[in-house]
Nanobody, 124 residues
């Protein structure tokens, strides 16, 4: 199982970017998916957006109204559309997914997986 983010880059303040996070592998379904970010010089990751499998979304106050989380369950892809970007949004952005493994006869458990991160830089 693997999560791979893409879509990061350099953008001017006020601009937009759309991040993607694609899950690959077999034998799983994904429950809650999240976007986190880690600003430069900060060792702690900040939870910024969450989406359940049935589409309920929740946002951190710092991004609410500017960022939109969405997902395509048929393709196992998570998105983060970021508008009106600010220099303080500069960070490495990570996705995380809660993976459920089961087959017709056995439940193997649920485990969290992280992507490797994608860098977003917002210039002033």
């Amino acid at each position: 199982v693997q999560l791979v983010e893409s879509g990061g880059g350099l953008v001017q303040a006020g601009g937009s970017l759309k991040l993607s996070c694609a899950a690959s592998g077999r034998g799983f379904s994904i429950n809650v998916m999240n976007w986190y970010r880690r600003p430069p010089g900060n060792q702690r990751r900040e939870l910024i957006a969450t989406m359940t499998r049935n589409g309920y979304a929740n946002y951190a106050e710092a991004v609410e109204g500017r960022f939109t989380i969405s997902r395509d369950n048929s393709k196992n892809i998570l998105y983060l559309e970021m508008n009106n970007l600010k220099p303080e949004d500069t960070a490495i952005y990570y996705c995380k997914g809660g993976f459920r493994f089961e087959d017709n006869s056995y439940y193997y458990g649920e485990y969290d997986y992280w992507g490797q991160g994608t860098l977003v830089t917002v210039s002033s």
